[in-house]
């Protein structure tokens, strides 16, 4: 790869040159002598692409266009249209069927099971550029499509296929033409219109497995009213995805089986087990360690002959069907050192099978396991409705109407939740006297009743005499007390019946044999998310012409709504979990009511007939112990839409060079949203309890913004029929928009033609973009989410940012930074001083030092708020919200081949330019930029020389500078909002995080990206037929993000990018090429599709090839990578057409991605790596389909 801080503009002038070559040299492009230059269509169709407002029939855009037909949409074995899309260069994954490109990177689509306000699981969105879904227009006939949720995006799978005609995308800025947010351009949905007869069409898809069917039905109806003054038509699709699951991919059963990778583990180990044991560990010297103990080791002993030995202080077991015990690993749990466990291991095929558990032993010795559960694409059934019909009253106005709906529902899962963590379960254990499980930990006005304690003590009051009612509901026990009338039942008595024997001596035997311990597995059931979206949209207007002149006008209103309805199974009570886990016999005979103190009054009940039987994988359970537990949750989100507008366009006076024309227009748009989650899922209402398996959002009452625009266009001929200027046009607009929320912005566009020869137009120009806050940047309420931090822990002293705590890459104030955290870590731990040199279980320990991250990428689980909420609620010295401003410049050259004859005739190449520049980009602060901001001197001036007089961390424990810290700590400005684990200092990466953490939505930051595009189509005749070829190119200069002001400009040319600010993974590849040869012949036509990436690094490299870091990952990146798909058709008569299509057609594996190149096998690591989802995981898969029409 090219390092990123090599100016990339001799390479872009290069290419274009070599470009221009190529189709001086007649290299292969599509079918294609019309005048559209950029049209992927293998057909000879006339494509008018509307980048303006101002109509005229020989218009040719200014700006960088491509348009793709229906035949192309229809070359795939789904009907995603979101995926043929991302085949071009233009588009970078944003949401689709098989995966989701957000904050936490590309991710599988089918595990995304967290509806909100902001996510939709199973729509599918577009984004240009790779700047974010909600940095791109998406039209329908011109017109705005509907929202799907607060953040504004578009589902594009609610549009129907069988009415689409072709799809126009404007990736040149489009803001004064469509809108103030069309930032990196527009996608626009061109309906057929007009139509006359009848269509029907059906197309079935599935793999070479006979997995993953899919299918797709749909037809379209239409006639001209007499007289020609008018048209009607119906349309309808339904679309068909039956589940297909990872497991049921061969590549991914070679990848789960792969020795040296543990890519696709489960995140916890699913199996029950127990967690926290704290035995003491081997001793490393003689008469040190559990040796020289009376017990010996008893976890070392427990796995006999293990190679190598178990350590003793290992913190979790876990369970095989027989009750004996083995050692196992996730991607948060294990250690190289207890590999030689996993070789006690039993298979459990009820229990395997039901958690989706395949299990594999690693190059290593160390056991994982995966998850065969998830679905590789999106199961959905969906169903599209279009009607829509115009009528000339008169020869001056005419009246039209559209009326669009669309039904989905769609399936998503993932592993069981965990009692892991914030979600875990303790279970009392010991000679201690059992005195019941507590349902509500909550005594109110000094009545103790009000406790309500789920199941009754074993003893009476006096805390001596066993409790007659306790035995009597509890008769199975076998408790000493229930024969001597005193003690009650002892905390063992009470589970020693659902314990594995193995188990009990473990617990028995630890330092405090009467400590609780803490359970470890999954909970019953999957967690899953059943989507059902339900989308209209309607228009009705008048249009018509302006008696005497050429002028047009219309006027309509646009009015939609999409409504979300989300059910999630497999989530459950954590009060009522933990209630029922802690009855006797995890929940056996388990009775309870609320509100027991007031006789039951509106009371609920539930009951546990068998019990949970954890350490037995809930086998044989009763289904009221179930109910007993769960909390199946109901979402719903709706978004509305309403819309007036007015349009007027035409000629206005001849100059010398041909006419002027214009076009003015004025629109109200009102857009709101509400999301009401389930009460038991609601932050506001649930604060007694919380959901295992899902995180909480807070209530969005209907609410909104509203926007006033004009705008106005002209277009004004220069010059003409002079020596190499044919023509010379300048089109000029602007547009004006008020919204309620943030004031007014100023869009305005300088755009320009020059037709230098027939064969020869030059086009560019300048477009200024403000994209003011959504919904969601504005006014969400707090809503929790599970996802990666950007910048990461610049607390690490290992990490890569500057502004760390890394003294080999931030060389001015490291110490400060360190001293800074420190103070964070001792004022969240009661103001008790964490030292560095404590046991190794602290932040800053040597020992703990290689465990501190290098980069962003951990998880965090904050909570997101809006801009405006945070201020009226948080903190009102906030500040506000403005818009990100947009500049996008093109330059380009149409070639359209001087030769009328020969091979070379009907060639056309584009080459366009493109520079954006976005400044103060809206994007939420991130829990690293929110620490940065606290601990760094460059953003807060009071951390500037806390740390004086120290030289090494190590003089960092003294009472001056702890003081100066702490001081420092009070006066910077969102110290306050930022937490630590005092005993890790982990507050939001690895494997503890700090839910405390608020962020809101804010302007920070710049992104700015430059490449070209190049667009190649050619044909000829050859033998009996046609050959034809298209070739559609993206090369990156550069695509620079700050992620937030005083951090340095990164370059991520060349590698997958990054999430900050809002952009998709993926979008800096250094090249992309999608291209297209076949042959016509008669009635037949065959064509090949080819899709390249080249050799990408991954984008944590990006710090170091821009010079910003001593080092580099040892991460491969992504290897170069080619896939082919096979597409043919034949027209049986005037009215059948069949066609197929093969994607991957040599079934081409994808490759490991990411592999460790510099792994040491003698510290238990692997190379790892796994695959990308920018390939083709799938594999060969075939479509068949026919279209009739009459």
Not at 191 to 196: A, I, N, S
Not at 309 to 326: I, K
Request: aromatic content about 10%; proline content about 6%.
């Amino acid at each position: 790869m090219r390092k990123l801080h090599t100016p990339g503009i001799y390479r872009a002038l290069l290419l274009a040159g070599c470009a221009t070559t190529f189709a001086l040299a007649a290299a292969p492009a599509m079918a294609q002598d019309d005048e559209d230059e950029t049209s992927t269509s293998s057909t000879k169709d006339t494509i008018v692409v509307t980048g303006s407002r101002i109509a005229r029939p020989d218009y040719v855009s200014n700006s960088p266009t491509v348009s793709v037909d229906q035949e192309f949409l229809q070359q795939s074995s789904t009907a995603a249209v979101e995926q043929q899309l991302n085949k071009l260069p233009q588009f970078v994954i944003s949401q689709s069927s098989t995966a989701s490109n957000g904050e936490s990177g590309l991710l599988p689509a089918g595990g995304d099971i967290q509806p909100n306000a902001t996510n939709t699981p199973g729509a599918a969105t577009v984004s240009l550029r790779g700047v974010g879904a909600n940095r791109t227009l998406v039209l329908i006939d011109g017109r705005r499509g509907v929202p799907g949720n607060a953040s504004g995006t578009v589902d594009v799978s609610t549009i129907p296929n069988s009415a689409l005609q072709r799809v126009e995308v404007i990736s040149g800025g489009a803001s004064a033409t469509y809108g103030a947010d069309a930032v990196a351009g527009v996608t626009n949905f061109i309906l057929k219109k007009d139509f006359q007869g009848i269509e029907l069409d059906g197309q079935m898809g599935f793999d070479q497995r006979g997995h993953g069917f899919e299918y797709q039905v749909g037809g379209i109806i239409g006639t001209d009213l007499p007289d020609g003054r008018g048209n009607v038509s119906l349309a309808m699709s339904m679309n068909t995805r039956e589940t297909m699951l990872y497991k049921d991919n061969p590549w991914y059963r070679d990848l789960w089986n792969n020795p040296n990778t543990t890519s696709g583990a489960f995140f916890f180990v699913p199996r029950p087990g127990i967690s926290g044991l704290a035995f003491p560990a081997n001793g490393t010297t003689p008469g040190t360690g559990c040796e020289v103990l009376p017990q010996g080791c008893v976890v070392t002993n427990m796995f006999p002959g293990a190679n190598p030995p178990v350590r003793n202080n290992t913190g979790s077991v876990f369970v095989n069907e027989d009750g004996s015990l083995f050692i196992g690993n996730s991607s948060f749990a294990g250690s190289y050192a207890d590999r030689g466990g996993g070789a006690f291991f039993k298979p459990w095929p009820t229990r395997d099978a039901e958690t989706g558990a395949i299990w594999s032993t690693k190059a290593n010795g160390r056991l994982y396991a995966y998850n065969a559960l998830t679905p590789q694409t999106v199961p959905t059934t969906r169903y599209n409705f279009l009607a829509r019909g115009n009528f000339e009253v008169n020869d001056w106005i005419g009246v039209f109407g559209q009326g669009m709906f669309s039904n989905s529902t769609t399936y998503t899962v993932q592993e069981a939740g965990g009692a892991q963590g914030g979600w875990d379960v303790n279970i009392p254990w010991g000679n201690g006297t059992y005195t019941g499980a507590v349902a509500n930990p909550l005594a109110f006005l000094g009545r103790p009743a009000y406790q309500n304690p789920a199941v009754m003590s074993s003893v009476l009051a006096d805390g001596v005499t066993t409790n007659p009612l306790f035995q009597a509901a509890y008769p199975f026990l076998n408790c000493v007390g229930y024969t001597t009338g005193t003690g009650g039942c002892t905390n063992t008595e009470a589970f020693q019946q659902v314990v594995p024997q193995q188990i009990q001596a473990l617990l028995n035997q630890r330092t405090n044999p009467n400590a609780p311990f803490s359970l470890s597995g999954f909970f019953p059931n999957p967690r899953a998310n059943y989507s059902e979206v339900t989308t209209y949209m309607l228009v009705a207007g008048l249009e018509g012409s302006v008696p005497g002149t050429d002028w047009t006008w219309e006027a309509f209103v646009n009015h939609g709504q999409s409504q979300t309805w989300s059910r999630q199974t497999g989530m459950y009570s954590m009060q009522r979990v933990r209630a029922v886990f802690t009855a006797p016999n995890f929940g056996q005979g388990f009775n309870h009511a609320s509100n027991e103190y007031s006789g039951e009054f509106g009371a609920a009940r539930a009951t546990c007939t068998t019990g949970l039987n954890f350490f037995g994988g809930y086998q044989g359970i009763s289904d009221d112990c179930r109910e007993a537990i769960a909390a199946d949750n109901v979402n719903r989100g709706t978004s509305r839409q309403t819309i007036v507008e007015t349009n007027l366009q035409g000629g206005l006076f001849d100059l010398p060079a041909g006419q002027l024309r214009f076009a003015v227009g004025a629109s109200y748009r009102e857009s709101r949203y509400e999301f009401i989650p389930d009460t038991a899922a609601s932050a506001g209402r649930n604060s007694l309890d919380s959901l295992i398996g899902i995180y909480p959002g807070t209530k969005m009452e209907m609410q909104g913004i509203d926007a006033k625009e004009l705008y106005g266009e002209l277009l004004i001929p220069v010059v003409r029929d002079l020596p190499f200027i044919q023509e010379l046009n300048l089109e000029v607009g602007g547009r004006m928009s008020h919204y309620n929320t943030t004031g007014t912005s100023y869009t305005f566009k300088v755009l320009g033609d020059w037709q230098v020869t027939d064969w020869l137009r030059f086009r560019g120009g300048f477009n200024r973009a403000e994209r003011m806050p959504n919904i969601a940047e504005l006014l969400l309420t707090p809503q929790q989410s599970f996802g990666t931090e950007v910048i990461g822990d610049v607390c690490s002293t290992r990490h890569n940012n500057p502004l760390s705590a890394n003294p080999n890459t931030n060389t001015t104030n490291a110490l400060d930074v360190q001293a800074m955290c420190l103070a964070l870590m001792q004022r969240d731990n009661g103001g008790v001083y964490v030292p560095i040199t404590d046991e190794n279980s602290y932040y800053y320990a040597p020992e703990s030092t290689n465990r501190q991250p290098a980069g962003g990428g951990g998880f965090t689980f904050a909570t997101a708020v809006g801009n405006q909420y945070y201020r009226e609620h948080i903190d009102a010295n906030y500040t506000p919200l403005k818009s990100e401003i947009a500049d996008t410049w093109t330059a380009g050259a149409v070639i359209q081949s001087p030769m009328r004859n020969g091979p070379l005739s009907r060639l056309n190449l584009a080459i366009d330019y493109f520079n954006i520049k976005i400044k103060d980009p809206i994007s939420r602060l991130g829990e690293g930029a929110q620490f940065l901001r606290c601990v760094s001197p460059d953003f807060n001036p009071a951390a500037a020389g806390v740390a004086a007089g120290a030289t090494s961390a190590d003089d960092l424990d003294s009472p001056e500078i702890r003081a100066r810290a702490l001081a420092a700590l009070a006066a910077g400005g969102t110290c306050a909002s930022v937490f630590r684990n005092p005993s890790t200092g982990q507050g939001f990466t690895g494997q503890v995080n700090s839910p405390k953490m608020i962020g809101s939505y804010g302007n920070d930051g710049e992104i700015r990206l430059s490449g070209i595009d190049a667009n190649l189509s050619w044909s000829m005749d050859a033998g009996p037929g046609t050959v034809f070829a298209n070739l559609n190119a993206n090369y990156m200069i550069d695509f620079k993000v700050k992620a937030m002001e005083g951090q340095p400009f990164v370059d991520y040319v060349g590698t997958t990018g990054t999430t900050a600010l809002g952009v998709n993974s993926g979008s800096s590849f250094e090249y992309r090429i999608f291209g297209t040869l076949g042959y016509n012949w008669g009635p037949a036509n065959l064509s090949m599709q080819w899709q390249y990436i080249p050799k990408t690094e991954d984008g944590a490299e990006a710090m170091f090839l821009n010079g910003l870091a001593p080092a580099g990952t040892a991460a491969t990146g992504l290897p170069a990578y080619s896939v082919f798909h096979l597409n043919g058709g034949y027209q049986v008569n005037e009215t059948v057409r069949l066609r197929f299509g093969i994607d991957n057609v040599f079934n081409i594996k994808p490759p490991l991605t990411n592999m460790n190149a510099d792994y040491d096998a003698a510290l238990g690591q692997l190379p790892g790596g796994g695959y990308s989802l920018f390939h083709d995981v799938q594999g060969r898969r075939f479509s068949l389909g026919a279209n009739v029409r009459f």
